[in-house]
């Protein structure tokens, strides 16, 4: 299985200012058949399901502010808030699809400083 | 508007099987643009994808629990379904089922979920 590992396991950041979450997958995830990388990454509030948030790494999910941004290639990963909002208080999660089973890392809680 | 939703009893006896069901509606459970599985969390933990299933019945199973799994799909009632054998309290944990779309011949991501259901496995 691919291990998802997230840091750092929670934050704390400041209204307004950026969070910064990193995910590294133990084999690279770009497959070079498509060029794609098989990363998505979502957000999970409290007593709510998991909301896809990107895909293929950095394809922003329709509707997410665009405030998030996603990045990296191969093994490290980035999901970035650039100017953090209340409504943002969350755990996310990066999940990898290049192979079978599907995993998750194990989540990053943020909150508000 | 695709709407996913979980029902099955919220508590289960150990050594029994644990089963649930998923209706989809707002969309056709026998498109071939998409899969559909199921995941799981135990209570303040992380996420664990069990299996998904095609419109085809063709399924995979997460080799961790695929001894007691069986996900199964029924086209004409709009449903899809998870059998889960000989549970114990390790099996304790909020289900989901979600849509996968399907890309490049393959499962991708998760990019519809129902809301969870806790299933709690308790004599």
């Known amino acids: 299985d691919i291990v998802m590992t997230q840091s750092p396991d929670s934050l704390a950041v400041s209204l307004g200012e950026r969070a910064t979450i990193n995910c590294k997958s133990s084999?690279?995830?770009?497959?070079?058949?498509?060029?794609?990388?098989?990363l998505a990454w979502y957000q999970q509030k409290a007593g709510q399901p998991p909301k896809l948030l990107f895909y293929?790494?950095?394809t922003r999910e329709s509707g997410v502010p665009d405030r998030f941004s996603g990045s990296g290639s191969g093994t490290d990963f980035t999901l970035t808030i650039s100017s953090l909002q209340a409504e943002d208080v969350a755990v996310y999660y990066c999940?990898?699809?290049?192979?079978?089973?599907?995993?998750f890392g194990q989540g990053t809680k943020v909150e508000i400083k | 508007q695709l709407q996913l939703q979980v029902s099955g009893p919220g508590l289960v006896k150990p050594s029994e099987t644990l089963s649930l069901s998923c209706t989809v509606s707002?969309?056709?459970?026998?498109?071939?643009?998409?899969?559909w599985g199921w995941i799981r969390q135990p209570p303040g933990k992380g996420l664990e994808w069990i299996g998904s299933?095609?419109?085809?019945?063709?399924?995979s199973y997460n080799p961790s629990l695929k001894s007691r799994v069986t996900i199964s799909v029924d086209t004409s009632k709009k449903h899809f379904s998870l059998k889960l054998s000989s549970v114990t309290a390790a099996d304790t944990a909020v289900y989901y089922c979600?849509?996968?779309?399907?890309?490049?011949?393959?499962?991708?991501?998760?990019?519809?979920w129902s809301q969870g259901t806790l299933v709690t496995v308790s004599s």
């Open positions: 293929w790494a950095s």
């Open positions: 999940q990898q699809y290049y192979s079978t089973p599907p995993t």
């Open positions: 979600a849509r996968l779309p399907r890309g490049f011949g393959a499962a991708l991501h998760f990019d519809y």
């Open positions: 084999q690279s995830v770009l497959y070079s058949y498509t060029n794609k990388n098989y």
């Open positions: 299933i095609y419109s085809s019945g063709s399924t």
């Open positions: 707002g969309d056709s459970i026998s498109s071939t643009s998409y899969y």
